[in-house]
């Protein structure tokens, strides 16, 4: 069955960095868009940022871009999201997801696989 393990929340002071990882089992996701969500308390979940199934292209949230960056390892099945420069508004649980479709992947109801989230918090 396939399964996305997401790895890497934390708490982190404003500035602060972190690394989320999406580990992916069961299947080869190589040809998949990857995605990586979030849901602040409180409200609905919203795209962060995604990667083509090469690599070659991302897109990203205007709100993350310049501090958040997304790549991945085809080899070893696995997505990253690099987050600097954090701030109290990134405070989420952060959701790993891939769909079987090229960018532009956006909305939540494309994906077709999701993590069960990580949390973030960042402190001010």
């Known amino acids: 069955q396939a399964q996305l393990v997401e790895s890497g929340g934390g708490l982190v002071q404003a500035g602060g960095s972190l690394r989320l990882s999406c580990a992916a089992s069961?299947?080869?996701?190589?040809?998949?868009?990857m995605g990586w969500f979030r849901q602040p308390p409180g409200k609905e979940r919203e795209f962060v940022a995604a990667?083509?199934?090469?690599?070659?292209?991302?897109d990203y949230a205007d709100s993350v871009k310049g501090r958040f960056t997304i790549s991945r390892d085809n080899a070893k099945n696995t997505v990253f999201l690099q987050m600097n420069s954090l701030k109290p508004e990134d405070t989420a649980v952060y959701y790993c997801?891939?769909?079987?479709?090229?960018?532009?992947?956006?909305?939540?109801?494309?994906?077709?696989?999701w993590g069960q989230g990580t949390q973030v918090t960042v402190s001010s």
């Open positions: 990667i083509s199934w090469r690599g070659g292209s991302s």
């Open positions: 997801a891939a769909v079987a479709r090229a960018l532009p992947a956006g909305a939540p109801n494309e994906y077709d696989y």
């Open positions: 069961g299947r080869t996701f190589s040809s998949y868009t």
